[in-house]
T-cell receptor
């Protein structure tokens, strides 16, 4: 197990397009988190899963955002009709019952 | 007011200097994390603390639960220590961690 993997590392998209990011957590970890980080700021919580259940969503997660973790393993984060304000680093982290967080390298999204 | 405040926001120092980065928080926590983020974005966990002090190589982290304050120290700083250092807390009774805005450290050779 090589840690938390995120794909792609970078994504440039035109405004209005849909994008999907993937996160593969550490296999033993039951919790998976998505965070968003804009320039000069710390990461902000978006949502998290325990196994396949999405337990909490931030108000930052507008209806254009959807996250899934269908089999309790990898997760996807989709943004529909992207806007320039969606440009950010999207970080994924996993943990075992909230203990020992491991972070991915992030997906940097640029909306042009 | 943010629940997690870091100071300074930016710090430039000469190689070899002793570095201190501070973190204050305003909520009850079960643990505090110090994280390192290099350009390119990936975050590496340095320490997780619930009390006392931890040391790893040239890095030392301390926490004072009563004062709701933690410090990260770097001894004999080196240009490769240049990064953003982020403090984050596990809020007691909650299931996620809350991050500070980070301290951008630049060590000059």
């Amino acid at each position: 197990d090589t840690g938390v993997s995120q794909d792609p590392r970078h994504k440039i998209t035109k405004r209005g397009q849909n994008v999907t990011f993937r996160c593969d957590p550490i296999s033993e970890h039951n919790r998976l988190y998505w965070y968003r980080q804009t320039l000069g700021q710390g990461p902000e919580f978006l949502t998290y899963f325990q196994n396949e259940a999405q337990l909490e969503k931030s108000r930052l997660l507008s209806d254009r955002f959807s996250a899934e973790r269908p089999k309790g393993s990898f997760s996807t984060l989709e943004i529909q009709r992207t806007e320039q304000g969606d440009s950010a680093m999207y970080l994924c982290a996993s943990s075992q019952q909230g203990y020992g967080y491991t972070f991915g390298s992030g997906t940097r999204l640029t909306v042009v | 007011k943010n629940e997690v405040e870091q100071s300074p926001q930016n710090l430039t120092a000469q190689e070899g200097e002793f570095i201190t980065i501070n973190c204050s928080y305003s909520v009850g926590i079960s643990a505090l994390h110090w994280l390192q983020q290099h350009p390119g974005g990936g975050i590496v966990s340095l320490f997780m603390l619930s009390s006392g002090k931890k040391k790893h190589g040239r890095l030392i982290a301390t926490i004072n639960i009563q004062e709701k304050h933690s410090s990260l120290h770097i001894t004999a700083s080196h240009p490769r220590d240049s990064a953003v250092y982020i403090c984050a807390v596990d809020i007691r009774g909650d299931d996620k961690i809350i991050f500070g805005k980070g301290t951008r450290l630049h060590i000059l050779p």
